[in-house]
Each structure stands twice: as C-alpha cells, then as structure tokens.
C-alpha cells in the first residue's frame, strides 16, 4: 500500500531509477562508515597522553617542559593555541590550561611554559614534582587566539605580560622559523624586572635577525640603573614605539590588571575593538573586589552545594565551583578554566552565583539556567544538576 501511495508522487520514478543507479555503480558510502569520525578524532583528540622529554629553565621562575607524544603524532595546532593539562594532586584531579609556546611547524613536540605562581597548586607541582620521562594526560589544542591572515592584515602588534609571552612566542617563532616576511611583527613585552622576562635573549636574536619582527622590552620595576624603557604599556609608550595604529592588529595576553589598563589606552589611540584580540589568562584573582560583587556576601563565606545525587558539598564564595566540586573528588569536564568554552557547563536549580565578568555565557544557556562552574562563585547555598 506504501509504495503505490509513493508512486503516485510526482518524480517519484525518476529518483527511484537514479537511486538504482547509484546503488549498482556508485560509491558505497556504508563502507566508510567511521572514516570521517575517525580523522576528526586524530585531529581534534579528546585526550592525549604526552611524555616529559626534556624540562628547560627560562628565568628562576618560569621552566619550560617539552611534551612528545607517548604513541602517535600530534595533532596540528594554530600559533596561540593551548592544551589543558590534567594533575592528580593529593587526590584531587585538576586542570589548567597552557599555551604552547613552540611553533607549529615543530612538529616532534609541544612546549609548554611554566611560571610558577605564588602558593599556585598546579605551577608549583609541574616545576617542583614532574621530572624527565613523567606522562601527562591534556587536551588536543583548543583557543581562539590565534592570526587569522583574512581578517587581521599583516601588520601585527603584540603586547604580553609576564607568562603571556607564551602564546607569543609561538607565533613570532613561526613567522620566523618559516621566513614569512611579509607579516610585521612589533612585540611589547611587559615584564616586572629584566631578571624574569621570559625568553629574552631569544627575541633579542631573533629581533636582531629578522626585519619583520622588532621588541621591546618594558620593565615596571627597574632596580637602579637599568637604562631601558620603563613604566607601564601606556598609550604614549605605544605610540612612541610603533609609530601609528594605523591599519594594525593589536593582541594582548598577559595578567587580567593589563587588560584594564592596556584596552583603554588603545581606545584612547583610536583602535577599533575589531583591532583588539585578547586572551584570557584564568580568571580574575580576587573576582570579590568587582563592584558589581554583593557587598553582604564575605569572600570567607562557605555554602552548601548539594548535587544531583543528593550529596552535599562545601564551596568557599572566593573559588569558582568547578575547583569546589573538584576539591569533593568530583571530575567535570573542562578546558579554558575561563569561562569561554562552556565545556563546564552546568544547571543551577536553586540558589545564586556570581559570575565572573569575563565569563562569556550563551544568553540562551543563561535563560535556560545553564552557568559556567569555571567561572561562577557561589553566593548563597546552591543546588546543581550534573
Ligand atoms: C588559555 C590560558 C593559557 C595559559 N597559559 C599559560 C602559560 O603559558 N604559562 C603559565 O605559566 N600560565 C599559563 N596560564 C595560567 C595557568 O593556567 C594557571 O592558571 C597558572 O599556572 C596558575 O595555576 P596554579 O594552580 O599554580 O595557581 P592557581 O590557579 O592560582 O591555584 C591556586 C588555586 O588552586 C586552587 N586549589 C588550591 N588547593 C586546592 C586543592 N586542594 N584542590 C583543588 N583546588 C585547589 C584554589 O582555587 C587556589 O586558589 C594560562 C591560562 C589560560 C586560561
Ligand atoms: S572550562 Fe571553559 S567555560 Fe569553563
């Protein structure tokens, strides 16, 4: 009865007839089955295991670790990109992201450099507990900072601040490891002292090579008798360096106080937005001294997170609930640790949190109560859906 009534529709025998035809002399696509998955997996890996092959000490803070792969090759990144690194510490499974600071046409392994931060949980154990021949589990490369020749011209410049050098570094390498002359490169590197620039002699070298890149390195806290540039990367030193804005590209990674202080200074140099890419480095440090913060909530305040499960669990008001859940032995997918990715979404049933600023949360996951647990703190007891 089916197929009388499909015959009766208009062009029905035509496609029958072409359909027997592909059938008989086509390509039989069911035999492909699982090929397309399977290169998008050796593309874009979930997880990838990577092995220590050698630890480089950059400044008395800061160390690079190289990362081979333990089988396989690895996947192709963009200069700018990042992995996520995962660490089981006390028993607690965390993560944190890293940019690679090697170029993308070294293709034997990624670098990743390593500032250590004060009381940090995740920089102190990757430069004091990880040795030559340790496995790491990260992510495949993800983030969108990185040069786009269709959108961003060819006259770029670069303003980095302390450990945001690294995504820098491999674009500047890239640009010169593969002679790309006709991209312009001006790097601004803000450092506290000339003791802990990152990669210093490197760019001084490769400054001194290559026409098509320049530096500029500006120090905030010059002991006595230091005799280069020093201060802040203000509108006038900007100007004083790069000459004009005109029909440039600025990029900026660095702590979040430089995107306060920086982006102002280029508006006020007539940079257009479309002109400004950032990158987010974390979350800002004491997310409580935002004034849009609830000045009745203490940062000190812990409240009751109860799960889906009914279990309940602690979260201090000055952590995101990510790091609370995962203090609990909960493991939650995650990625940028900033708020950008979404991959650490979860459902707020009841309660409050305070979202970090930077946070870029979907307005229809924000109306459907979706929040990032990167990036949101707990400002009253909650109940969430896992
Ligand atoms: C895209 C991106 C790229 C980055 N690239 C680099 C880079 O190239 N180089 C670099 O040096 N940094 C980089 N960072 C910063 C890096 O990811 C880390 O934030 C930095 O290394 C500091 O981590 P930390 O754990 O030492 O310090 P924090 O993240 O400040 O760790 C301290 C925090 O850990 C948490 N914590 C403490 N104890 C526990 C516990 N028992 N259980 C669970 N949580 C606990 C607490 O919240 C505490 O505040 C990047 C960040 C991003 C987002
Ligand atoms: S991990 Fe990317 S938004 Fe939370």
Redesign the pocket.
């Known amino acids: 009865m089916k197929s009388e009534v499909r015959k009766s529709i208009e062009g029905y025998s035509q496609i029958a007839y072409e359909m027997e035809i592909c059938r008989k002399y086509g390509i039989d696509y069911t035999a492909q089955k699982g090929r397309w998955k399977a290169a998008v997996e050796r593309l874009h890996p979930k997880r990838l295991q990577l092995r220590v092959a050698k630890i480089i000490t950059e400044t008395g803070t800061?160390s690079t670790l190289r990362l081979v792969p333990v089988s396989g090759y690895l996947p192709p990144f963009q200069a700018g990109q990042?992995i996520n690194l995962f660490v089981d510490?006390?028993g607690?499974r965390?993560a944190?992201?890293?940019?690679i600071?090697s170029p993308p046409n070294q293709t034997a392994y990624y670098d990743?450099?390593?500032?250590r931060?004060a009381?940090?949980?995740?920089?102190?154990y990757l430069l004091d507990q990880v040795k030559v021949g340790d496995v790491l589990e990260t992510t495949g490369p993800a983030?969108q900072f990185y040069y786009n020749p269709l959108i961003h011209g060819k006259d770029l410049v670069f303003l980095a601040g302390g450990?945001g050098i690294?995504?820098f570094m491999s674009m500047i390498r890239e640009v010169t490891d593969r002679l790309l002359l006709d991209r312009k490169i001006h790097l601004i590197y803000g450092s506290r002292s000339p003791q802990e620039a990152i990669f210093h002699k490197e760019l001084m070298s490769l400054a001194a090579d290559y026409s098509n890149f320049s530096y500029d390195l500006v120090i905030s806290d010059p002991g006595s008798g230091y005799e280069g540039l020093t201060g802040l990367i203000d509108a006038d030193l900007i100007i004083s360096r790069i000459g004009s804005v005109e029909g440039k590209t600025f990029f900026i990674c660095g702590p979040q106080e430089m995107y306060a202080f920086t982006i102002p200074e280029l508006k006020e140099l007539g940079v257009p937005d479309r002109r400004i890419r950032r990158?987010?480095?974390?979350l800002p440090?004491q997310v409580y001294n935002d004034p849009a913060w609830p000045k009745e909530v203490s940062p000190q305040s812990v409240f009751t997170v109860k799960l889906s499960s009914g279990r309940e669990i602690p979260a201090r008001a000055d952590?995101p609930l990510l790091?609370s859940m995962?203090?609990a032995g909960l493991v939650i997918e995650n990625c940028?640790?900033?708020g950008e990715c979404s991959l650490c979404r979860v459902k707020l049933v009841k309660g409050q949190v305070f979202h970090a600023r930077t946070a870029k949360l979907r307005k229809s996951d924000h109306q459907a109560g979706y929040i990032h647990s990167c990036a949101a703190y707990p400002i009253s007891d909650v109940e969430i859906m896992l």
């Open positions: 800061t990042y510490i006390d607690v965390t944190r992201p890293y940019s600071s990743i450099t390593v500032r931060v009381d940090g949980f995740v920089s102190s983030g450990s690294t995504p990158e987010l480095f974390g440090k952590e790091v995962e203090r940028c640790r900033s």
